[in-house]
């Protein structure tokens, strides 16, 4: 004979408890029951994770509030010391530009810096680009996201002066944003996208270019040649291609040729036959004048996850290493006339369909044909240089504002 347990001992609720697990054993839950479970299960991880995300939360917030305090001493120091340096560029103009280079380059030094402490770094591949930072060179970049520009400023630092005698062409939206004002002083060119500004915006750079790329002593400009973000522009492009008999790219888009063209027929010497003078692959010590290379630049991300400019600010994606690509083409080897050079940047762009496959298979680009194993690079930022040009914005900030405040206090 077996003992009743009585209702409210812990025996019974024991017993209770164990007649439920048996009797789920033996049937499958209700739909109402397995939400109900479900919904539980979501409950305790989410409550897990909330002190991760509440750290997330405070970080994000803490590092918007040092980029918007970042924003507001180091572009306003850089705008009061251009004007500053105006009779500089009267006298002697080369300098000017030099100077006004350098604290570009700090500009953009601190804008990597936010990704850099985020964990967001750098891995090179393909061929050193440092070679040929002394000589006029024209940067091709595949374009997945706002990140991809940080990602440029981040690994281009440790070139030389490539960053201070850069010149940029990117989207006209970029004019409207808290860099804009930097990026026009400094010469950039912001270019309109769309099937009915094209000829207008191509005339525009033509200009341009003859009036602020070697007047301002540039070096190197810095291309998209796809027009947009691959995600808005893929499903255009697959459909030009089958159109045209094209190769069909996911990984990347087909690029637009005309601003490449007005770049090179502005910037490439000419010898006397008519044929483009520039330097060769083996001869990195060429010093002719005009622009002597193209520096074909892939960016992979993992996963095929791009990173965007918010999330370099905020900081709330986990560490990442964005892989960058190298392959350098000198002038002399590229076509000039509209047909070849649009097969020519064709090439280029499925051979980067061909790279970020293979990376995306092995987490690893392929290695060149002179070599066996392909060879990567870390890139690393120094901290003490970052301190340095951080702290300088800080106290130039306080400078100018405590000038400001005795002129405004003696006129008023």
Wanted: charged share 20%; net charge positive; glycine share 6%.
């Amino acid at each position: 004979m077996t003992a009743t347990p009585r209702p409210g001992t812990p025996a019974a609720a024991a017993a209770a408890a164990a007649s439920t697990l048996a009797l789920r054993s033996r049937s499958p839950l209700a739909p109402s029951e397995k939400d109900s479970t479900e919904s539980n299960v979501r409950m305790a991880v989410t409550l897990e994770e909330a002190p991760w995300l509440g750290w997330m939360l405070v970080k994000a917030l803490m590092r918007f509030a040092f980029m918007v305090a970042n924003n507001l001493v180091a572009i306003p120091s850089y705008i009061c010391y251009v004007i500053l340096l105006q009779p500089l560029r009267v006298l002697d103009s080369k300098r000017f530009w030099y100077l006004e280079g350098i604290m570009y380059k700090w500009l953009l030094g601190m804008v990597a810096s936010w990704g850099w402490y985020a964990g967001y770094t750098v891995m090179e591949w393909g061929e050193d680009i440092k070679a040929i930072s002394k000589d006029e060179a024209v940067m091709l970049v595949n374009h997945q996201a706002t990140g991809d520009v940080c990602t440029l400023m981040m690994c281009l630092q440790d070139k030389g002066l490539v960053v201070a005698q850069m010149m940029w062409l990117m989207d006209h939206i970029f004019k409207y944003t808290n860099f804009g004002i930097v990026s026009l002083i400094h010469g950039d060119f912001f270019i309109r996208q769309g099937r009915s500004f094209r000829d207008q915006q191509l005339l525009l750079l033509k200009k341009h270019l003859e009036h602020n790329y070697r007047s301002r002593d540039r070096k190197w400009i810095v291309l998209f040649p796809e027009g947009g973000f691959l995600r808005k522009r893929r499903e255009t492009s697959q459909a030009f291609a089958k159109k045209n008999n094209l190769p069909f790219l996911t990984h990347v888009t087909l690029p637009r040729f005309g601003a490449t063209q007005i770049i090179l027929n502005a910037l490439v010497p000419r010898q006397e036959n008519g044929s483009p003078a520039g330097g060769d692959a083996k001869e990195l010590e060429s010093k002719s004048k005009g622009l002597q290379w193209i520096i074909d630049t892939t960016i992979a991300y993992p996963k095929a996850e791009p990173i965007d400019i918010q999330t370099w600010i905020l900081g709330y994606r986990k560490p990442t290493v964005t892989h960058v690509h190298y392959r350098i083409f000198p002038i002399k080897d590229v076509p000039l006339e509209t047909n070849d050079l649009a097969n020519w940047l064709y090439q280029r762009f499925i051979e980067k369909e061909d790279l970020l496959s293979h990376f995306y298979e092995t987490g690893a680009f392929p290695p060149s044909k002179d070599h066996k194993e392909a060879v990567s690079r870390d890139m690393t930022l120094s901290n003490m240089w970052i301190f340095l040009i951080q702290s300088f914005a800080f106290l130039s900030g306080y400078m100018w504002y405590n000038i400001i405040q005795y002129v405004y206090h003696c006129l008023f």
